[in-house]
């Protein structure tokens, strides 16, 4: 079978009126406002120079502390349950397997990225460590406390993988290595290997070499976008944020060239206006250098600049996740599938037997990141319920039971005989 590269396309319709996939002239952010000069640059944390005691959960309502890493980091919500350092639970899931430690400043992100709740035109509504994240609150807390708890649980932590995540930031760089020597000279990283997921902006070569001579395994870069054109537009000129495609893509270069093959990947966020045919032929790319792709479906992040735009549409990002897992991890290639003049995925390029044992297994629809120790197809990174509710789960952070494989062939529209999924099958299992 041969690869359709969609020229000309006519938007194919599914419903009344409606898209079954999100076009690129729908997809386009707010402009990003002026702020005023003293919310800016973490103005008001640093004049009022609360000191920080301990873990800091967001609050809305009283002075942020000002917090510092390499002193603190941030963590998603669910590492913070699973470290035990905050009461709740996760829906269907035992929290999470890797354990993500976000930089933070009061200046924080120099960044504008539209989708992104982290966003520096947020600076006026939000202090930095205020903001939310993929849907949750990052709560802060001090490095030296994370790795304590981390230290002291040895071989018993339920952690698969540690992930540093970089800012833009001018100590963001000199800051990594900070983090990554405190923990290094506690844990052994044979035991919870390290993930970084690098700031590209303001890294050159050497930063990539050093991260991995200190002990990390893993190199990924948030390309997001999947397209030059959709970076430029949500994250470089466009909204006035200083990411530029060539250099992520040269650092991408650097890391495929210093960790070596399979150590290295990009991160990619469906449905901000691209095709099928244009993402599934970035995930060949990154492939044939030898890396992975990690797949983030899109949903409108509150207080974003891309807020108002609707998520991904299921029936998308599901042919889209099963084609990017037979792409990474079955040697199916994007040019052995068929696209159609929309260029969306009508063909996967390999027999209906061989499909079909790859949907009812389930991996292709869970979460897609860095692997745990469980098979290097199942990712540590489940970032539970980080892009969508657990009402409409888009990525799976748990290994999916009977009723969501016919809720799966619901929206990719492959219902078993006798077997078609009806809305409310699941609701029996929200109290599991």
């Known amino acids: 079978m041969t690869c359709l590269k969609p020229e000309g396309i006519q938007p194919a319709k599914a419903g009344i009126g409606e898209l079954d996939y999100n076009e690129f002239s729908r997809m386009q952010p707010r402009e990003p406002g002026a702020t005023p ?20 959960w967001p609050k809305y309502n009283i002075m942020t502390p000002n917090m510092r890493s390499p002193d603190y980091v941030q963590m998603s919500t669910a590492a913070a349950i699973t470290l035990g350092l905050v009461p709740g639970k996760m829906h269907r899931c035992g929290c999470t397997r890797c354990l993500n430690l976000l930089l933070t400043y009061p200046e924080g992100c120099r960044a504008n990225c539209a989708y992104c709740g982290l966003a520096r035109h947020r600076e ?12 949750v609150d990052w709560p802060a807390v001090p490095m030296e406390e994370v790795v304590d708890i981390v230290a002291r649980d040895g071989e018993a932590s339920p952690f698969h993988r540690m992930c540093i995540s970089m800012i833009t ?39 990539v070499a050093r991260l991995h001579d200190m002990g990390s395994d893993i190199f990924t870069v948030a390309l997001d976008a999947a397209t030059p054109e959709i970076f430029d537009r949500t994250r470089g000129k466009g909204v006035q944020s200083p990411h530029n495609w060539k250099k992520y893509w040269e650092i991408l270069l650097d890391a495929k060239d210093i960790f070596g093959s399979r150590k290295f990947g990009a991160h990619i966020i469906v449905g901000m206006g691209e095709t099928e045919w244009e993402v599934l032929n970035l995930v060949q790319e990154i492939v044939d250098l030898g890396g992975h792709s990690h797949m983030f479906c899109f949903f409108p992040e509150k207080g974003s600049l891309m807020d108002h735009l609707p998520a991904t549409p299921r029936d998308q990002w599901r042919r889209v996740q099963l084609a990017r897992y ?11 599938m068929r696209f159609d003049e929309a260029g969306r995925v009508i063909d996967f390029g390999i027999p209906s037997a061989e499909l079909d ?4 297994s389930g991996i292709a629809f869970r979460t897609s990141g860095c692997p745990g120790k469980f098979a290097e197809d ?11 509710p657990p009402s409409d789960i888009a ?16 929206q990719l529209s492959m219902d078993r005989p006798g077997e078609r999924y009806e809305p409310g099958d699941e609701f029996d299992l929200f109290d599991d």
Not at 326 to 336: E, G, K
């Open 395 to 410: 990525s799976y952070p748990f290994a999916l039971k009977d009723v969501d494989i016919r809720k799966v062939r619901s």
């Open 357 to 360: 044992a790859v949907i009812d």
């Open 37 to 56: 000069a003293a919310a800016r640059n973490g103005g008001p944390v640093k004049a009022n120079d609360v000191a920080p005691d301990g873990l800091y």
């Open 378 to 388: 199942i990712s540590a990174c489940d970032r539970p319920y980080g892009d969508s």
């Open 124 to 135: 006026a509504e939000r202090d930095y460590a205020d903001r939310n994240f993929i849907r």
């Open 326 to 336: 037979l792409i990474d991890y079955c040697d199916v290639r994007a040019d052995h």
């Open 169 to 207: 930031h001018p100590n963001s760089d000199e800051d990594t290595v900070t983090v990554l020597k405190r923990w290094t000279d506690r844990i052994d990283p044979s035991a919870i290997p390290i993930s970084i997921l690098s700031n590209p902006t303001t890294m050159t070569r050497g930063d």
